[in-house]
């Protein structure tokens, strides 16, 4: 059993404890909201237009809140740093506020002894998940992640099972959506979004939605490829989505609707549903699927090019907290080639950097009882991880680099890309700038990368180290925790036979590999003049002559 806190007792906060009500393996402790006190909390709880009665008793006192005789502490702070979750052994918050939906300001929760925060919106910058789509890329080092929108989790699993199936070449998507606290019951106005200042009761109200975009982060193949909309309309519960795509193979709509069908069964039970009764978004209230595909709806023009209709469910929030929780201690680890095929974000490979060996370190999780003894065998594989690391890293670099080249090269060409993602240009046009761009990375002529490297961390006579920005990004995105930062700090002034302190670097050399990295910005302008056809013979002599080439 997990303790969870919930930070906001608004409309999912309150979702998310009548869920946990009914969870065995997850126990709310503790909430937080500044303006709800105890005996307006256990009404709001008690009753609801959608829901329903609470099924179960409630009462109150100054400080607490109790679910079925169970006291859950009631605090009232404005500053989640100042929340004593502590106090109450508090494990897991979920930031059900939307306030809190970036990694800084979300992070106050962990200053008070809480191991991770789960924010209930999308979220900037925090490792965004959705169930039974990107959750196997859960780390343990990762203590703020988002759980996406209600949106994003309806289409998501449902995009995935096709675009596995089929493949989804392009695609448009509108929501249905039911309506949220944001909206005016009445007239009232909007600074930003007048439509959406309109009377929520009375209009289908056209609005955006980032939804099919934040697909793209949690499915890296689908990135730029889906886009959508949606239309707010007057209903209590339960939203639509319409996802209109063309698929890369074609395929009959009873073949799509085979394939749904048996992800439904096997793969994403629990997550994806389906049906093919002759349902409306009301029966659907109350329904613990992410997604549910509503097979009679869809229609196809052609084998390539299909309309799918999928309904989300409610109270799905806790259900993929717990799934995230069991994820994180039974998820499969991705291999080190599917990693490095993945170049569209091109990812830092997830090795573990050992320190210099010891006992505690060689130690498995199995807490072997003869540590003296296998100390020698674990050394010695120890240093064999430590050269396939750094083997990792190099490779990492060197590919970023090339993604750095091609990017500064212009966007309509991407080496690593298949040929069918690559936009504009001829084969022979391409090969022939890879090939350039080759030759240029063996002859040196990005050199001021290494450079940097060596200005910013100092040198490393013995061992290559990964870019200083990639670890600051990482660590800065939640994604190593001050154990794992100690561990790969450790590693490096041993290889590199330095002492540094701190993995992150101080403000001057932040500064100083901006401008290192603006000059080597610069560099890649000019070696793309040599690469166009229409550069002209003075302005090569002149590039050649800059740079010494």
């Known amino acids: ?252 709509y009873d073949e799509i609707k085979a394939a749904i069908k048996d992800a439904s069964e096997n793969e994403m039970k629990g997550i994806l549903g389906y049906t093919e009764e002759a349902v409306v978004s009301s029966d659907f209230i109350g329904d613990s699927h992410s997604s549910i595909f509503d097979a009679s709806a869809g229609i196809a023009l052609t084998d390539d090019f299909v309309k799918l209709v999928s309904c989300d469910g409610d109270n799905e929030l806790m259900a993929k907290h717990k799934r995230a929780k069991k994820a994180a201690s039974k998820r499969p680890r991705p291999s080190t080639e599917e990693k490095d095929s993945v170049l569209s974000f091109l990812p830092p490979p997830k090795h573990e950097l050992p320190t210099t060996v010891s006992e505690e370190t060689v130690v498995s999780e199995e807490k072997v009882e003869t540590q003296q003894v296998q100390a020698p065998v674990a050394e010695a594989a120890a240093v064999q991880q430590n050269e396939e690391n750094a083997a990792a890293w190099q490779q990492y670099y060197q590919q970023q680099q090339l993604y750095q080249a091609n990017y500064a090269a212009g966007p309509d060409f991407y080496v690593g890309q298949g040929e069918e993602d690559v936009p504009g240009g001829s084969s022979k046009r391409r090969r022939t700038r890879e090939r350039d761009i080759e030759r240029a990375l063996q002859q040196g002529h990005f050199e001021s990368v290494t450079e940097q490297i060596a200005e910013v961390q100092g040198p490393s006579p013995n061992a290559w180290q990964p870019p200083i920005d990639e670890l600051t990004r990482s660590n800065n995105a939640g994604g190593s925790s001050e154990q794992d930062v100690k561990v790969k700090a450790s590693f490096w002034n041993a290889q590199a036979g330095t002492k540094v302190s701190s993995v992150k670097p101080s403000r001057l050399q932040r500064q100083k590999h901006q401008l290192n990295q603006l000059a080597f910005d610069a560099k890649l302008r000019d070696f793309e003049l040599l690469d166009k056809r229409s550069a002209s013979l003075k302005t090569k002599r002149e590039t050649y002559a800059k740079y010494g080439w």
């Open 1 to 252: 059993m997990v303790n969870v806190a919930i930070n906001g007792f608004g409309r999912i906060g309150r979702l998310v404890l009548r869920a946990a009500a009914k969870n065995p393996k997850i126990n709310v402790v503790a909430v937080n909201d500044p303006f709800v006190a105890t005996k307006y909390m256990e009404y709001m709880l008690k009753y609801d237009t959608v829901h329903g009665k609470f099924d179960g008793s409630l009462s109150h006192d100054e400080q607490h809140i109790f679910v079925d005789g169970k006291p859950i502490r009631v605090f009232n702070e404005m500053d989640p740093a100042n929340i004593k979750w502590g106090e109450e052994q508090v494990q897991y918050v979920v930031e059900s506020t939307g306030a809190f939906t970036k990694i800084d300001n979300a992070s106050a929760h962990l200053k008070n002894g809480v191991e991770k925060v789960v924010i209930s919106a999308p979220s900037g910058d925090a490792p965004m998940f959705v169930m039974g789509v990107n959750h196997e890329l859960y780390e343990k080092n990762m203590h703020v992640v988002s759980n996406a929108s209600c949106t994003t989790n309806c289409l998501a699993p449902l995009a995935k099972v096709v675009h596995d199936k089929f493949g989804i070449k392009e695609g448009l998507m509108t929501t249905v959506h039911a309506v949220t606290a944001t909206q005016k019951t009445v007239d009232g106005p909007s600074k930003k979004d007048w439509r959406g200042g309109r009377g929520a009761c009375f209009n289908i109200i056209p609005s955006s939605t980032g939804a099919a975009k934040a697909v793209g982060k949690v499915i890296p193949s689908l990135n730029g490829k889906l886009t959508g909309m949606s239309f707010r309309v007057p209903t209590a519960d339960v939203s639509v989505v319409d996802l209109t795509a063309r698929l890369v193979n074609p395929a009959s």
